[in-house]
């Protein structure tokens, strides 16, 4: 499991309210696109995100690894 920080809850917060881009993340969160895109690998790398699409950078939460599951 991935240690979250407090831009990666801000992420997923933004992504539990509906698909965003990098672009939109940045701009709602107050980041650079650098700063957004690497928090976004992390959270990439653990499936808690998917990019849904290529060419625009379109994100979407696939898992909140802050939320219990029974099954864990």
């Known amino acids: 499991m991935v240690e ?22 940045s701009d709602e969160l107050n980041y650079s696109s650098q ?17 849904v699409h290529e060419t625009s950078a379109l994100y979407e939460l696939k898992h909140d690894p802050r939320t219990s599951d029974s099954n864990d």
Do not use: F, P, S, W
């Open 4 to 25: 979250l920080d407090d831009v990666h809850e801000q992420i997923l917060d933004l992504l539990h309210d509906g698909r965003a881009t990098q672009a939109m993340m």
């Open 35 to 51: 700063h957004i895109y690497t928090n976004m690998k992390v959270l990439l790398a653990a499936d808690y995100v998917e990019k």
